[in-house]
Nanobody, 119 residues
Framework: QVQLVESGGGLVQAGGSLRLSCAVS????????VAWFRQAPGKEREFVGS????????NYANSVKGRFTISRDAAHITVYLKMNSLKPEDTAFYYC????????????WGQGTQVTVSS
């Protein structure tokens, strides 16, 4: 059973920073790509960014480009989302998801972590 566990959310003032973590298990799971999504109250879930596991290629939504950075730690099977210059509109529940190449979908999801940015 593939599990993803997010941590690191919280309350921060506008302009501040947070780093979210996404721990993936088991170690035997063949990761190809991990993404971060977010969902604000009353809004659709939106893509934040992703990283390929083997080469570390990243891709970001325009709304976070230049402010958010995704990285990975192969030794600990963990993906990070570093968020700088946070804005109130970044307030949302943040989820990480692992891509399943056999189905072509993000098939495995974490439980999410809340990020609240105060103005």
């Amino acid at each position: 059973q593939v599990q993803l566990v997010e941590s690191g959310g919280g309350l921060v003032q506008a302009g501040g920073s947070l780093r979210l973590s996404c721990a993936v298990s088991p170690r035997t799971f063949s990761l190809s790509r991990v993404a971060w999504f977010r969902q604000a109250p009353g809004k659709e879930r939106e893509f934040v960014g992703s990283i390929t596991w083997s080469l570390g290629y990243t891709n970001y939504a325009n709304s976070v480009k230049g402010r958010f950075t995704i990285s990975r730690d192969a030794a600990h099977i963990t993906v990070y989302l570093k968020m700088n210059s946070l804005k109130p509109e970044d307030t949302a529940f943040y989820y990480c998801a692992a891509y399943d190449a056999t189905t072509g979908q993000y098939a495995y999801w974490g439980q999410g972590t809340q990020v609240t940015v105060s103005s």
